[in-house]
Every structure is written in structure tokens, then in C-alpha cells.
């Protein structure tokens, strides 16, 4: 896996029971019908009051890209982007019953840029993951939340187990309480560095990372595809005409893609470094995906 984000990637899979959850086992909040998340202005609005209550001078870019369920940090031709699925916020405030939760969410992402964690080719690891939750802490304790409503996403989303690229709940919380601790002037038993800014605050502009896939709609309509990282459980991805789906698959560097949910229909294997574009085939009167050279 290349990218940080916090419950990373496309979200197949299914935990016992009814819970939903993605590759790395972070289980995804139910549908909410409440709205509490309203736009992008919103987050923007959110993500300049943590830059000046820690006092950061970074310019950061919001996308809102709906259908990932999720939440991550990237790097797009030399600028730090914070890309987030508004319906996930939404319905995570919902189920963890606080709106500090979805900012939260948005904090985790900016300690990632913080501790410039992007600029890396390693991905996500339990170290990574534990500075951006501390970070998380921190940030939350300036903006005034209380030590349950900084915890309160990952109390509701985060494994029990660890994995390769995340740590375990109990490791995550510990961290988001350390950091709140740190902010607020309470000792830590075990106190990590705390988050100082890097000495890079830009990102170069070479480390834009070309492995991600970019997938276009050459349509005047937009359509749902269906993408999985393991050729077997396959999630819906909207898209839109006007923006490339910019993502990529969580298991290897490469995945599959249908244009319907079923076992019968055909697969395309996409790779990352490359790019796709969905265009209609005279031919075979069908939509078709070919690579962009």
C-alpha cells in the first residue's frame, strides 16, 4: 500500500455480522439520515482553524470524492490535498454521536502531511499511523475537544487487531490521549516526541506520486463501476464526467474493475503508474477501458 489515509482504501469486505469494514479491517459506519457535514467549504473552514491554532502556514487543498468511504492524505502535482467522502462523515458523526468525530477524521489526515508522511513511497505503517493519532489529539485539544470527543471516531471505527499498515485500537487510542495530553499540559507516562513541524514544509513537486490511477468518464452522463482489490468482492465507485476517480487498490499494485456486479460480467485488470479512461467502443457498442498513454 502507497498512500496515507486514515481507513485507506476501498472498503470491501464484511466483518461478522452486519458490520461493513474495509481492507484493513476498520469497520465503516452505518448510513446515517441526518446531514451534519455540509460541504467542502465546511472542511476548508475546519482545516484553517487547526492551521492556526498550531500555528502551521500550509495551504492545503479539500476534494470531496464521494463513493470511497474514507478519508486520506495525498500529494497532486506539488500540492497537499485532504481527500474525503462527505456521505462516510456524515455518517460517522451519526454513529459515534459527536460531530468532533468527522473533524477528527480531518485532523488525522493533516498530522499525516504534518509529520510529511506523503512524500514517502513506504505507504501506511503502525508508526506512521500512530504519530498521525497523536497529532490527532493534539490538534483536537487546541480546538477544545474534550479527551472522549478527540477518541471518539477511532473508539467506533478502528480494528481491535493490528495489521501490516495499521495499528491496534487500544495502540491508536493511547497515542490520541497522549497528544491531547501533550496539548493541554498533562504528563505522559510516556511522552513521544511532540509535533513539531518538519523541516520540508513544502512538498517538492517531483514527489507528486505518479502510482496513483487516474480513471476518466469520457460520457455527458455519469456511471457507477464496480472495483475490487481482490478480484472477488467488488465496491460501487461513482463517477463523475468532469473529474478523474483517483485512487488505488489496497492488496497489490493492481486490481480489477467491472461495469456491472456480477460474476458474469468482464473484468479489467488496471495497474498503478497508469492511467484508464472509459470511452464507448463502436465496435462493440459497449463501454470499454483503455489505457491512457
Given at each position: 500500500?502507497?498512500?496515507?489515509l486514515l481507513i485507506l482504501g476501498l472498503f470491501v469486505a464484511t466483518l461478522a455480522g452486519a458490520q461493513k469494514v474495509n481492507q484493513c479491517g476498520i469497520i465503516v459506519p452505518p448510513p446515517s439520515t441526518r446531514s451534519s457535514f455540509s460541504s467542502v467549504y465546511e472542511a476548508k473552514q475546519y482545516i484553517s482553524?487547526?492551521?492556526?491554532?498550531?500555528?502551521?502556514?500550509?495551504?492545503?487543498?479539500?476534494?470531496?470524492?464521494?463513493?470511497?468511504?474514507?478519508?486520506?492524505?495525498?500529494?497532486?502535482?506539488?500540492?497537499?490535498?485532504?481527500?474525503?467522502?462527505n456521505n462516510f462523515l456524515e455518517n460517522l458523526d451519526s454513529y459515534a454521536g459527536t460531530k468532533w468525530a468527522s473533524i477528527s477524521v480531518l485532523a488525522h489526515e493533516m498530522?499525516?502531511?504534518?509529520?510529511?508522511?506523503?512524500?514517502?513511497?513506504?505507504?501506511?505503517?503502525?508508526?506512521?499511523?500512530?504519530?498521525?493519532?497523536?497529532?490527532?489529539?493534539?490538534?483536537?485539544?487546541?480546538?477544545?475537544?474534550?479527551?472522549?470527543?478527540?477518541?471518539?471516531?477511532?473508539?467506533?471505527?478502528?480494528?481491535?487487531?493490528?495489521?501490516?499498515?495499521?495499528?491496534?485500537?487500544?495502540?491508536?487510542?493511547?497515542?490520541?490521549?497522549?497528544?491531547?495530553?501533550?496539548?493541554?499540559?498533562?504528563?505522559?507516562?510516556?511522552?513521544?516526541?511532540?509535533?513539531?513541524?518538519?523541516?520540508?514544509?513544502?512538498?517538492?513537486?517531483?514527489?507528486?506520486?505518479?502510482?496513483?490511477?487516474?480513471?476518466?468518464?469520457?460520457?455527458?452522463?455519469?456511471?457507477?463501476?464496480?472495483?475490487?482489490?481482490?478480484?472477488?468482492?467488488?465496491?460501487?465507485?461513482?463517477?463523475?464526467?468532469?473529474?478523474?476517480?483517483?485512487?488505488?487498490?489496497?492488496?497489490?499494485?493492481?486490481?480489477?474493475?467491472?461495469?456491472?456486479?456480477?460474476?458474469?460480467?468482464?473484468?479489467?485488470?488496471?495497474?498503478?503508474?497508469?492511467?484508464?479512461?472509459?470511452?464507448?467502443?463502436?465496435?462493440?457498442?459497449?463501454?470499454?477501458?483503455?489505457?491512457?498513454?
Open positions: 500500500m502507497k498512500r496515507i482553524t487547526m492551521l492556526d491554532r498550531i500555528n502551521w502556514q500550509e495551504n492545503f487543498s479539500l476534494r470531496e470524492q464521494n463513493g470511497i468511504n474514507n478519508a486520506y492524505a495525498t500529494i497532486l502535482q506539488g500540492r497537499r490535498y485532504i481527500i474525503y467522502d498530522g499525516h502531511h504534518y509529520r510529511n508522511h506523503v512524500i514517502s513511497s513506504s505507504g501506511s505503517t503502525p508508526p506512521k499511523e500512530i504519530e498521525a493519532d497523536y497529532f490527532s489529539g493534539y490538534v483536537m485539544a487546541k480546538l477544545g475537544a474534550t479527551l472522549n470527543e478527540a477518541r471518539a471516531a477511532m473508539e467506533q471505527i478502528a480494528s481491535p487487531m493490528a495489521s501490516a499498515s495499521h495499528p491496534a485500537k487500544a495502540d491508536r487510542l493511547t497515542a490520541i490521549t497522549q497528544g491531547w495530553n501533550y496539548a493541554n499540559g498533562i504528563s505522559n507516562e510516556t511522552k513521544p516526541a511532540p509535533p513539531a513541524p518538519q523541516p520540508q514544509q513544502n512538498p517538492p513537486p517531483a514527489t507528486n506520486d505518479a502510482s496513483w490511477i487516474y480513471l476518466s468518464l469520457y460520457s455527458n452522463q455519469e456511471m457507477t463501476v464496480y472495483l475490487s482489490d481482490n478480484g472477488r468482492d467488488f465496491t460501487e465507485a461513482p463517477l463523475k464526467t468532469d473529474q478523474p476517480f483517483v485512487f488505488k487498490f489496497e492488496v497489490y499494485n493492481y486490481g480489477w474493475l467491472r461495469f456491472s456486479n456480477s460474476s458474469n460480467a468482464r473484468s479489467y485488470k488496471l495497474y498503478h503508474g497508469k492511467d484508464y479512461a472509459i470511452v464507448w467502443s463502436r465496435r462493440s457498442n459497449n463501454w470499454t477501458v483503455v489505457e491512457v498513454p
